[in-house]
């Protein structure tokens, strides 16, 4: 059973940067065929899509968070990681870390998502 | 990249049908059968529902189904039942190689 597992600080201070890492159990992240995203709900709104990487080292982002924010992945780990930059209250969200299936252009398996909070 | 938009909530009673609606433009939904419905029940992570439009992965419901027409796609749901009340969002790839999300849709099964 794949199982994705979010980690990291749950409380940033305004301007610092955001680090969060996805660990993955039960699939290798070497694996062709999937890629590996991140994604954030801020509280009562929506899901934001922030952005995924491939494995061979290919990524996109959001056009709006684009300037901020990296996504890496560690295959020795079986981990994937995204950092913000100079976050302020509005970087206030649940993030999930989940793998997309290349051949369903969909998401099918997700973290239960970490909430990371940004205040002084 | 703009939101898709979704009703904020819907109802049914059980057993009734409902349908949600997923609408964007012609650089995401109406550009591409590449439309996934994700279920969410707060403090869960999101399940997959429906990908490419109107499949169906392994083990999901045929109570869900999806279709499209236009910019518009649709996630119905027959035979409600009490566990099918949760948020449920839409999620389309987009011209910019960039996937965008609906508002989510609140369903309450009366």
């Known amino acids: 059973q794949v199982q994705l597992q979010e980690s990291g600080p749950g409380l940033v201070k305004p301007s610092q940067t955001l680090s969060l890492t996805c660990t993955v159990s039960?699939?290798?992240?070497?694996?062709?065929?999937?890629?590996w995203s991140w994604i954030r709900q801020p509280a009562g709104k929506g899901l934001e899509w922030i952005g995924r990487m491939y494995t061979s080292g290919s990524s996109n982002y959001n056009p709006s968070l684009k300037s901020r924010v990296t996504i890496s992945v560690d295959t020795s780990k079986n981990q994937f990681s995204l950092k913000v930059n100079s976050v302020t209250a509005a970087d206030t969200a649940i993030y999930y870390c989940?793998?997309?299936?290349?051949?369903?252009?969909?998401?099918?398996?997700w973290g239960q998502g970490a909430l990371v909070t940004v205040s002084a | 990249q703009s939101a898709l938009t979704q009703p904020a909530s819907v109802s049914g009673s059980p057993g009734q049908s409902i349908a949600i609606s997923c609408t964007g433009t012609s650089s995401d939904v109406g550009g591409y059968n590449y439309v996934s419905w994700y279920q969410h029940h707060p403090g869960k992570a999101p399940k997959l529902m429906i990908y490419d439009v109107s499949e169906r992965p392994s083990g999901v419901s045929d109570r869900f189904s999806g279709s499209k027409s236009g910019n518009t796609a649709s996630l119905t749901i027959s035979g409600l039942q009490a566990e099918d009340e949760a948020d449920y969002y839409c999620s389309s790839y987009t011209s910019s190689s960039t996937w965008v999300f609906g508002g989510g849709t609140k369903l309450t099964v009366l």
């Open positions: 989940a793998r997309g299936y290349y051949d369903w252009s969909s998401y099918d398996y």
């Open positions: 039960g699939a290798s992240i070497s694996s062709g065929g999937y890629y």
